[in-house]
């Protein structure tokens, strides 16, 4: 296939300016690949809410089922977070649009580029010779989706709630997904739970461990979560696959993202049975640089390159626009968050890094 159509979302707050750079290197793929992404752009989150009145107007959830795959900015901010909270861009249009189109899996890849090893927040000693964790979370059950929650009562005893539960399926059709990856990579999956308090993740453990059986080439462990954290700094390079439940997942990506260098680094790609996906950046609208040209359009980037792997069949795409970031950074490119004021950087714009990238591609 040659052709493709793309729903590009680019939301909130840095959502549009690093989308802007995304469209640029699918551009610079077309050309080089001959290839052709139609693309068509749909409001989401808070721009949605101000100009169609919700978050996840119907039609932008036609255009999507219409669509290849999504690219996804980022959703949310200040001026829509007193809203009531099912209304909010995060719970109005991203966790919607996970469920609408069964995004059970999420890869989070969390790689350290050679030449980006000081930017990481850990000693370089911990950080020497990189590493490579694949996050794998489950997107679409756990404390996010099941019900009951709510606020209910009144005055001192309103109560809020939420559910932490998992079916055996979900737990088990996500734990096939990292012991394929993990069989495919350094054949190590830690799964992550809290085992020793919570009855969900006593059922995660113990299907984990059934699935273990049809892949007896990965070495499973689990690790509670607590610990997960603290290890993920001392010594990230015991980790290769590292499988979570939804919240644990969101909380520890984060993390791994910043030992990497930055949050605006992280890509992700949300996927559901067969080739769909939504291709979203780890990171958030990041309200605090948004419109400024200072954002990292990295992440965004790195995304697209998942789309085109997972979703359109073009690994030789991905690898070009992957290597032509590494070259960027080796070459010392950076942006504010990345930018260590180190012989050889130079500190660079949103939208000069998405030229950069573009340059490397039509080099290569
Ligand atoms: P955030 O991820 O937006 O920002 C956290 C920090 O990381 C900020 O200092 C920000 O400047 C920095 N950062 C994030 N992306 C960056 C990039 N590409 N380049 C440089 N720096 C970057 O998290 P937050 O501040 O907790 O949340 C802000 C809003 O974003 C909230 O409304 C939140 O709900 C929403 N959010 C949306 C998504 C999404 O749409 N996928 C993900 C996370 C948070
Ligand atoms: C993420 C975000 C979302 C999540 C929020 C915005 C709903 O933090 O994609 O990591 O918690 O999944
Ligand atoms: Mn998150």
């Excluded at 109005?92 to 969390?110: D, T, Y």
Aim: net charge negative; glycine share 10%.
């Amino acid at each position: 296939k040659k052709a493709f159509k793309l729903a590009v979302l680019p939301g909130d707050g840095i959502g549009p300016e690093i989308m802007a750079e995304a469209m640029k290197v699918l551009d610079a793929i077309e050309q080089k690949f001959g290839v052709r992404f139609e693309r068509n752009f749909a409001n989401v989150g808070g721009v949605a809410i101000d100009t169609d009145g919700k978050a996840l107007p119907d039609a932008t959830i036609a255009l999507c089922h219409a669509s290849d795959a999504i690219l996804f900015g980022s959703v949310g901010g200040p001026k829509w977070d007193l809203l009531p909270a099912e209304e909010r861009p995060e719970r109005g249009a991203l966790l919607p649009l996970r469920k609408i189109f069964g995004l059970f899996c999420n890869f989070r890849p969390a790689i350290v580029f050679p030449s980006l090893t000081s930017a990481s927040s850990l000693k370089e000693e911990i950080i020497a010779g990189g590493f490579d964790i694949l996050v794998v979370r489950e997107l679409t059950g756990d404390v996010y989706f099941a019900q009951p929650k709510g606020i209910e009562g009144e005055g001192s005893q309103r109560r809020g709630f939420d559910t932490m539960a998992y079916s055996a399926y979900e737990i088990e059709r996500i734990a096939r997904v990292a012991f394929e990856a993990a069989g495919k990579r350094g054949k190590k999956l830690v799964s992550i739970d809290k085992a020793n308090v919570l009855s969900s993740s006593v059922l995660w453990r113990e299907v984990v461990e059934q699935v273990a059986a049809d892949y007896p080439d990965v070495a499973l462990t689990h690790m509670y979560v607590d610990n997960a954290a603290m290890q993920l700094v001392k010594n990230p390079k015991q980790f290769d696959v590292v499988l979570c439940p939804n919240m644990f997942g969101d909380i520890l990506s984060d993390e791994a993202a910043m030992l990497t260098g930055s949050l605006g680094m992280l890509p992700s790609a949300s996927l559901a049975e067969g080739t769909f996906g939504m291709y979203e950046p780890a990171g958030g609208s990041a309200p605090d640089i948004a419109g400024k040209n200072v954002a990292n359009p990295v992440a965004q980037i790195l995304s697209a390159a998942m789309l085109l792997r997972y979703s359109c069949g073009l690994p030789e795409a991905a690898e070009c626009i992957e290597k032509a970031v590494e070259n960027c950074l080796a070459k010392g490119l950076r942006t504010q968050d990345i930018f260590q004021n180190a012989s050889g950087e130079q500190l660079v714009s949103t939208s000069a890094m998405g030229d950069a990238v573009v340059a490397e591609i039509n080099r290569a």
